[in-house]
């Protein structure tokens, strides 16, 4: 019953729009879609030279490519995201020998520069379609190459609504920046977490400052009283010392932590250290952190977090995914690893939907240009819609945000919990 209150709440904090899908549902393990030289040339209004089958079958072969870091210190998102898609892919792969995916997956060491350096080499390769990038800082200079040569990106974790602004070809499958911080802000309130609440934040970071003025804000709206706000970079995230003073001499029960896992370990750390010992609450970011190399796992005891995948779910594409990846790494996959899984799995349906629609679709050696006109005119198709392990009824608006709710999940014996 908890569980089922809580689902409830969540939608409630973040369902922006009431937009039913209708139709048939497509049979898959995951995905199941909701449906009633390269040549850049622009399709004339609107339209793509896509050679339907003439049988509303989806053929052909899709190039598709994957940006994230694979080395360096956001390699544990990277890596997630593809073993990931390796998984969806695979699947998919073995539904219909008519329709392949080739996956090419290039490192960008959260690195801005490697990664628009990773995104011509994917052009190069004759990559159509991209998963990527990763994290947020590197993705906003991918979407602008991507938008201004109308390459489709559908991103897995890139949440800050930069990413998506002004660019109708990209489209995210994790839940924004500003619902992760008024969610977050919200469940505090109305379960009563705490009475004073103090943040830490990477005020040099996109995504973390975007989650926390969205918190802010929402928390001054439920009289949530904050009583200590300090920052870091990450050039300085090695000593949190001063922060956790602050924190702890302004009396917070609570820390609010929009960070990334690295940070968020040493925080744990050294907040034990000084026998200070709030509860803590994170967002997406801070999953992995149990999987992090070298970090004791009884520190993050207790952490509560918002994601949008919970592993021990019992529902059966999620225990198989679950399964497959345990079985490939030799670990419970992250909600990087499900995003990385349903992203594929979103491209594959929409081009089902599109097939069905207009007497067949053949990918092969289509331009890049004319598929993202068709993803783009199908993701934002108020039909259409994609069940996924990160999300049931997935839809997407034309800003190109996804509607779905997260799950509050808290650590416990080393491992995730839903609640």
Request: aromatic share 8%; glycine share 10%.
């Amino acid at each position: 019953m908890r569980k089922k209150m809580l689902g409830m709440f969540l939608a409630g904090v973040l369902a922006m729009t009431a937009l039913t899908a209708c139709g048939e549902t497509a049979n898959g393990n995951n995905g199941a879609a909701t449906t009633g030289d390269q040549n850049q040339d622009q399709p004339a209004d609107g339209q793509t030279s896509a050679e339907p089958a003439g049988d509303g079958a989806l053929t052909g072969t899709l190039n598709l490519g994957v940006i994230g870091p694979m080395t360096g210190a956001a390699a544990l998102y990277g890596n997630a995201v593809k073993n990931g898609a390796e998984i969806a892919v695979e699947e998919i792969n073995a539904i219909d020998p008519a329709f392949q995916i080739s996956l090419d997956v290039q490192d960008d060491v959260h690195d801005p520069e490697i990664s628009v350096n990773a995104y011509q080499t994917l052009k190069d390769n004759k990559v159509q379609v991209i998963v990527g990038t990763v994290t947020t800082s590197p993705c906003l200079a991918v979407s602008a190459e991507a938008n201004s040569d109308r390459v489709f990106m559908l991103t897995p974790s890139a949440s800050s609504p930069s990413v998506t602004e002004g660019k109708d070809n990209i489209f995210q499958l994790c839940f924004s920046d500003p619902n992760q911080g008024s969610a977050s802000a919200q469940y505090i309130s109305d379960n009563k977490l705490a009475t004073k609440v103090a943040v830490i934040y990477n005020n040099g970071d996109a995504y973390s400052t975007g989650i926390y003025q969205t918190f802010k804000s929402k928390a001054s709206e439920l009289g949530l009283e904050v009583v200590s706000e300090t920052t870091f970079t990450d050039d300085t995230a090695t000593d949190f010392t001063v922060q956790l003073k602050a924190a702890q001499d302004a009396g917070a029960d609570l820390l609010f932590l929009p960070i990334y896992y690295q940070p968020a370990s040493l925080i744990l750390k050294q907040a034990s250290d000084m026998g200070f010992s709030p509860k803590m609450f994170g967002v997406d970011g801070m999953d992995g952190i149990l999987t992090m190399e070298g970090f004791d796992t009884k520190l993050a005891e207790g952490v509560i977090l918002l994601t949008p995948f919970s592993a021990d779910a019992e529902d059966e594409a999620t225990a198989n995914f679950v399964k497959k990846f345990n079985d490939k790494v030799g670990e419970t996959p992250s909600q990087f690893a499900a995003d990385g899984y349903d992203c594929p799995y979103a491209i594959y349906r929409a081009l089902e939907f599109y097939a069905a629609k207009n007497g067949g679709l053949d990918v092969t050696d289509m331009s890049y240009a004319d598929l993202c006109e068709i993803l783009i005119s199908v993701f934002t198709d108020p039909s259409f819609s994609v069940d996924g392990i990160t999300g049931q009824g997935m839809v997407w608006d034309a800003n190109g945000e996804v509607n779905k709710a997260p799950k509050a999940v808290v650590i416990e014996n080393g491992v995730y919990v839903g609640m």
